[in-house]
């Protein structure tokens, strides 16, 4: 039921964000709208804790800042070797242990190497990533872990 609670809500902001109109036949078009939305997701059997991942919504804005700093890193890193004469590129192909247990976590952990520039999730096994990167040091940093402990840390 808190799954149902929590997409009712979300949806609803969802749609108060993106309308930015509140007269009331809008906003009776729009609780209809996210009521029916609801009651036929409900039918189709799809709400559950991976597609509304509330065990997240307080874990997940500090790795997204963490994140979000990697990504500024990664950027500057990829723009130094591009533009800097005698810098090299040294292109790496390896597998990188999955430890994450949650379907969630494991695609969140994939995604966040591909939104940093220079890296890039080829593809997903069971128990590991096959993974390319631009340089050495890309790939030594994924294999040290601290990206994947921190998504872990969402699991707990």
């Given at each position: 039921?808190?799954?149902?609670?929590?997409?009712?809500?979300?949806?609803?902001?969802?749609?108060?964000?993106?309308?930015?109109?509140?007269s009331g036949?809008?906003?009776t078009l729009g609780a209809l709208s996210v009521l029916t939305v609801t009651w036929l997701l409900h039918r189709m059997d799809v709400v559950d804790h991976e597609s509304i991942p509330?065990?997240?919504l307080f874990r997940a804005?500090?790795?997204l800042l963490w994140l979000a700093g990697?990504?500024?890193l990664s950027n500057l890193d990829l723009v130094r070797r591009v533009w800097r004469p005698g810098a090299t590129t040294d292109p790496q192909v390896s597998r990188v242990a999955l430890?994450?247990?949650?379907?969630?976590?494991?695609?969140?952990?994939?995604?966040s190497i591909n939104l940093t520039p220079g890296t890039l999730t080829v593809e997903m096994g069971e128990d590991s990533?096959?993974?390319h990167t631009l340089s050495r040091e890309g790939l030594e940093s994924l294999t040290e872990g601290e990206m994947s402990r921190r998504v872990s840390k969402l699991e707990q």
């Open positions: 039921m808190r799954y149902i609670i929590g997409m009712v809500i979300t949806l609803s902001l969802f749609w108060l964000i993106n309308s930015g109109m509140y036949l809008l906003l509330l065990h997240l804005p500090p790795y990697q990504i500024v430890e994450q247990s949650s379907n969630i976590c494991r695609v969140t952990y994939a995604n990533l096959l993974v």
